[in-house]
């Protein structure tokens, strides 16, 4: 089991990517993305280079701190679990900071990221798990 969680981490990690990717315009946007790479924080207050420079460092951090996470589970290390806390928490913030304020399209702006981000702080803190 533990290492089915760990693969999932890891994979979870590297969702996060497709954001860096979408932020760097590395692939043309395309409306059916639904993650337009604004922020309802930050957009109007730095504009959209630096807006979009800040997603990609958060982004790329929730990414390396997953990866850590999902490697230190794998490796039954102690240290993971205050990796995954984390990661889930460095990747819920960045995902509602980064939101474009917008309600349609979720699930490509990142609700199912949220809900995951969640049910692994809710795993760890209300069920002990890696405890």
Do not use: C
Request: glycine share 10%.
């Amino acid at each position: 089991m533990r290492v089915l969680i760990s693969i999932f981490i890891l994979l979870h990690g590297l969702v996060h990517l497709w954001y860096i990717t979408l932020n760097q315009g590395w692939v043309e946007f395309q409306v059916n993305m639904g993650w337009t790479g604004d922020s309802w924080l930050f957009t109007n207050l730095l504009g959209n280079d630096i807006t979009h420079t800040v997603a990609t460092i958060f982004y790329s951090l929730s990414t390396v701190t997953f990866l850590v996470a999902g490697t230190g589970l794998l490796a039954k290390q102690d240290w993971s679990r205050a990796w995954m806390i984390a990661a889930s928490v460095i990747s819920t913030i960045t995902i509602l900071v980064f939101w474009d304020g917008n309600i349609g399209m979720p699930v490509e702006k990142g609700l199912l990221g949220l809900l995951i981000n969640i049910g692994i702080l809710v795993a760890i803190f209300l069920f002990g798990w890696l405890a």
